[in-house]
């Protein structure tokens, strides 16, 4: 996949760019024109549609939902099912989501292990030969974006989506740091700033997509070009936006090795 075949541009200031797909219903109708099993309900994406003569699942959140613990295993859920079936389907994990569920209930009942459990059932699914590709179309933050996005094996974006892993008042209330700093800070400094932009720079979305390209063809080339390996680090060192991670994190893995 080239350059050619993805922009790694984006919008700015968060506004959709001219014929950018912004709701679910278009973004489907382009990937299956000839109709496909996908629904929401309570805000979960969960079905399947034909693909250049197969199938492609989708699972996902839309219309900005916080993932709860419920939401977690039923999208894990969907994802077992595939790996079950066997074969090799891809996996297209849409988002539109809140953060996770600040609820007291999701809380005690132990929500950051039922996210980790989602996440580890799109590793397993991508070990298991199934291809998971993100698309991001909306927002997303914190856990739900960690949980979903984040772990599938490459992750795209439409213009006008706004991911971010924490927003900055949320860090300043973390780090104690006053606002105005973090602001000035995140203008040079994209590993924790939020926005599609900041998300390209570090190399946690690897592209985002043409609005004006049919939407099935760039995905089909997203799934032509999966990378062997995870090579996010890579794309932030070689893009500017974490330029020691890559080599922080082949030292613990030689450091692990050793024992």
Avoid at 62 to 86: E, H, I, Q, S
Avoid at 97 to 103: N, P, T, V
Avoid at 151 to 176: E, Q
Avoid at 228 to 246: I, L, M, T, Y
Wanted: net charge negative; proline share 6%.
């Amino acid at each position: 996949m080239t350059r050619a075949d993805l922009d790694t541009g984006s919008a700015r200031d968060g506004a959709p760019a001219q014929g950018s797909r912004t709701r679910l219903p278009e973004i489907l109708s382009e990937l299956f024109p000839n109709g496909h099993s996908v629904t929401v309900e309570d805000g979960l994406i969960s079905g399947e549609g034909p693909f250049r003569g197969g199938r492609v699942a989708v699972i996902g959140i839309d219309g900005d939902t916080a993932l709860g613990v419920d939401g977690a295993c039923r999208l894990a859920a969907d994802v077992l099912c595939v790996v079950r079936r066997g074969g090799q389907t891809p996996i297209l994990v849409a988002i539109d989501s809140d953060s996770q569920r600040m609820s007291r209930r999701d809380e005690l009942l132990g929500l950051n292990e039922y996210l980790a459990h989602l996440a580890k059932t799109l590793l397993l699914a991508d070990a298991q030969g199934h291809p998971t590709i993100g698309l991001i179309y909306g927002h997303s933050a914190a856990g739900a974006f960690i949980a979903t996005a984040l772990a599938t094996r490459i992750l795209v974006g439409l213009p006008g989506a706004n991911p971010s892993v924490m927003d900055l008042p949320s860090v300043a209330r973390v780090t104690k740091l006053p606002l105005d700093r973090l602001e000035a800070m995140a203008k040079d400094t994209p590993v924790f700033a939020p926005g599609l932009d900041n998300m390209v720079r570090t190399g946690a979305v690897q592209a985002v997509l043409d609005p004006d390209r049919p939407l099935a063809e760039q995905i089909a080339a997203v799934i032509d070009a999966l990378p062997s390996e995870d090579r996010r680090d890579r794309a932030g060192r070689e893009r500017g936006g974490r330029p020691v991670a890559e080599t922080i994190a082949a030292q613990v893995v030689r450091d692990a090795k050793l024992g």
